[in-house]
């Protein structure tokens, strides 16, 4: 069933099934144009929706890089979360929660593990993992890191006030 706040986005959208995790809004998966999407439903104005934007500019793209630097400054020495494998682990394992080294290139183990090896003897912190833009929301005096994947931990990390 396709909800009907779905007709403004046009005739070849369709709604393939509802996806748990939504606070203020629906999330569903969503099919436009053949292609499998995430979609948003909210009840937000277009000006609300505006005020909360990705990065644009080089200095938006600053702001943003100072907001990592404080996630990572802020969270040394949290410990790995519980079942999950850090980078440094995967200098040795073959699997982690969601990755499966054996199903990689052997070329690209290789590469992944050389860079991961910089890493070994370093203070371990929270890394988002995925800061694209449609991953990162701003306003004029705050920076925000969201992630579909997992958007309730880091919502509450970046509830310490961003730079």
């Known amino acids: 069933m396709t ?4 007709e ?3 005739d070849d959208v369709a709604g393939v099934e509802p996806l748990a995790g939504g606070v203020a809004n629906e999330v569903w998966r969503v099919r436009v144009n053949g292609q ?7 009840a937000r104005s277009e000006a609300d929706l505006a005020w909360e934007r990705p990065p644009e ?6 702001r943003v890089a100072a907001t990592l630097r404080q ?12 079942g999950w494998r850090s980078a440094t682990d995967l200098l040795q394992a073959e699997a982690g929660t969601r990755i499966d080294l054996g199903a990689m290139p052997a070329e690209g183990v290789v590469r992944c593990r050389a860079a991961w090896a910089r890493l070994s003897g ?9 800061p694209n833009p449609g991953n990162i929301r701003m306003t004029a005096d705050r920076v925000a890191l969201i992630d579909w994947d997992d958007e309730h931990a880091v919502k509450r990390l970046t509830e310490v006030r961003a730079v």
Request: aromatic share 8%; net charge positive.
């Open 3 to 6: 909800p009907a706040r779905l």
């Open 8 to 10: 403004p986005w046009g």
């Open 36 to 42: 499998l999407a995430v979609g948003r439903l909210g």
């Open 57 to 62: 500019t080089e200095g938006d793209w600053r």
């Open 71 to 82: 996630l990572h400054r802020l969270t040394q020495g949290w410990p790995q979360r519980p």
């Open 122 to 130: 370093r203070q371990r912190c929270v890394v988002h993992g995925d």
